[in-house]
C-alpha cells in the first residue's frame, strides 16, 4: 500500500531514506531547515566505508583518554565545559555503556550493517558510472609510534577474528602499498574491505535520484511543531503550513532531540562537532584513504584533492569555528606526512559539521513505542555516511511493513526511554 511519508532532514541519511521509500512506491516528501545549498555534516566529511570502525564509540578506556585529552585545546577530543542537564546526562550514560561487554554484543551488528552498505556503494556506483568517486582499496591505520603500531596489532587481531581482514605492515611496507605520498611512520594496519569516495558527489546523486522517483524537496523549511492524534502523528507543522502524512520519518541529524522533545521522546544525542581542511592541490597525493591514529584524524584522497578531518568537539548545537581546533589538525599533518606544513594550509577555509551522537556510540534506528508512525534514523555519529545506504533500505522495509533485514534492537529508539 502506497503510503505518504514525510521525511524531515535531507542529508544522505535523510536522502537514502527517501530513495528506498520512494522505490516502494511511496509518496515522499523531504523537508530541511536548510537551503539546497547547504554545508552540513554529509557533505566535508571524511567521506570512508569503514567495515574496520565495528567499535562503537562508548568502549573500555575512551572516558579515561577523553579525560587526559580534555586538559589540551588542540587535542582530538574535547568537551565545552557548561552546565547542561543533557550534556550530564549523556555523560552518565556514555560512562556506563563504555565497557567491554557493549563492545562484544555491538561489533557484529556494526561489521554486517558496514558490509551490507559497502556492498549497497558498490551497487550504486556500478549502476551509475561511479560518479561519487569510489574507490575500494582500503585503509591504512598509519601509526606514528611503536606503541601505537603494537596497540593497533591487538586491534588487528580481534577484527580478524570477527571476520574483518586486517594486515599489520611495517613502514617498507606501507611506503610500498601507497607510494604516492611520503610517510613518518612504525607502520601500519591495513583494512581491505575499507573503501572512501567524494561526499559532496554522493549526496548529489541521492538528491537527483530522489527527483526522478519523484520525491518533493521543501528547502528552508523548519519544523514547528508536529500534531498527534490517537498514538499517532497526523501532520508536521513548519513556517510554511502544514504537512498531513501517514509516516513520519525523523533523519535530523543533531537536531532530532529539539524535535523528539517536542513530542515527549528522549532521545539523547551530542552533537560532535568535527573540522575537515582540503587541499585542491596537495604536494603529494595518496592513493588510499588512512586514519592518524594517534592524532585521530582522517585522510581521504577525492579526485586530485586531498581532505583532512578530525576532532570530536561537544559544544553544543554551536556551529562556530574555533581556530584552535583547526590548528590542531594542521600540526598534525606534517608529523606524519613530512612533506607538508602548515603553509600548505593558508587561505584553506576549513569546513564543520556536527555529527549526532548517542551515548553507547548506536544509531537510533526504527519506531517507537509512544507513536506509531514515527521511524527514527539519527545518531549515527561519524558513521553517517558509511551506514546511509543500509539505514536507508531498512527504514524503507520499516514502512512498507516488511521484515528489516537486521535485528534492531540495539538500535531500538527507546532504548533510553
Same mark, same amino acid.
Given at each position: ?197 567524494? +561526499?559532496? =558527489? ?7 535520484? @530522489? !527527483?526522478? %522517483? ?7 523549511? #523548519? ?99 574555533? +581556530?584552535? =581546533? ?7 599533518? @606534517? !608529523?606524519? %606526512? ?7 594550509? #593558508? ?71
Amino acid at each position: 500500500m502506497s503510503k505518504n511519508i514525510v521525511i524531515i532532514g535531507a542529508g544522505a541519511i535523510g536522502l537514502s531514506c527517501a530513495v528506498q521509500c520512494a522505490r516502494k512506491g511511496h509518496r515522499v516528501t523531504v523537508i530541511e531547515r536548510n537551503g539546497a545549498a547547504r554545508d552540513g555534516c554529509s557533505f566535508g566529511n571524511a567521506g570512508m566505508i569503514v567495515p574496520s570502525h565495528f567499535v562503537p564509540l562508548a568502549a573500555p578506556g575512551m572516558v579515561k583518554l577523553g579525560l587526559k585529552w580534555m586538559l589540551n585545546p588542540e587535542s582530538p577530543f574535547y568537551i565545552k565545559p557548561r552546565f547542561d542537564r543533557d550534556l550530564f546526562d549523556w555523560s552518565f550514560k556514555f560512562w556506563k555503556a563504555a565497557n567491554a561487554e557493549h563492545v562484544r554484543q555491538c561489533s557484529p551488528l556494526l561489521r554486517d550493517l558496514s558490509f551490507a552498505s559497502r556492498a549497497m556503494f558498490e551497487e550504486l556506483a556500478e549502476q551509475n558510472g561511479n560518479e561519487f568517486g569510489l574507490v575500494t582499496r582500503g585503509l591504512l591505520m598509519l601509526c606514528k609510534t611503536q606503541h601505537g603500531l603494537d596497540d593497533e596489532a591487538t586491534f588487528a587481531a580481534q577484527a580478524d577474528a570477527l571476520g574483518v581482514p586486517a594486515e599489520v605492515l611495517d613502514a617498507k611496507q606501507v611506503a610500498k602499498l601507497d607510494p604516492g605520498v611520503t610517510m613518518d611512520v612504525a607502520g601500519a594496519v591495513y583494512f581491505p574491505k575499507d573503501a572512501h569516495f567524494t +561526499p559532496d =558527489r554522493y549526496v548529489e546523486l541521492l538528491q537527483q535520484q @530522489a !527527483k526522478k %522517483f519523484g520525491v518533493i524537496f521543501k528547502w528552508n523549511t #523548519e519544523v514547528t511543531g508536529l500534531e498527534t492524534r490517537g498514538g499517532k502523528i497526523s501532520a508536521v507543522e513548519t513556517l510554511h503550513g502544514e504537512l498531513s502524512a501517514d509516516e513520519i520519518i525523523l533523519c535530523g541529524g543533531s537536531w532530532s532531540p529539539v524535535i523528539a522533545r517536542e513530542l515527549g521522546l528522549k532521545i539523547p544525542i551530542q552533537a560532535g562537532k568535527g573540522y575537515s581542511l582540503t587541499l585542491p592541490q596537495p604536494r603529494e597525493l595518496p592513493q588510499l584513504c588512512s586514519i592518524f591514529t594517534e592524532a585521530r584524524m582522517a585522510v581521504t584522497p577525492m579526485g586530485t584533492s586531498l581532505r583532512f578531518g578530525g576532532t570530536m568537539e561537544i559544544s553544543g548545537l554551536n556551529e562556530d569555528i574555533n +581556530p584552535v =581546533r583547526v590548528q590542531g589538525i594542521i600540526k598534525s599533518v @606534517a !608529523k606524519y %606526512f613530512p612533506k607538508f606544513s602548515a603553509a600548505d594550509f #593558508e587561505n584553506i577555509q576549513p569546513w564543520r559539521g556536527l555529527r549526532p551522537c548517542s551515548p553507547d556510540g548506536m544509531p537510533y534506528l526504527g519506531r517507537t513505542a509512544k507513536f506509531s508512525n514515527l521511524v527514527l534514523a539519527t545518531g549515527h555519529a561519524m558513521m553517517g555516511m558509511s551506514l546511509s545506504p543500509i539505514t536507508g533500505k531498512i527504514v524503507g522495509e520499516i514502512v512498507s511493513g516488511e521484515p528489516t533485514s537486521f535485528d534492531l534492537r540495539l538500535l531500538a529508539p527507546d532504548r533510553f526511554a
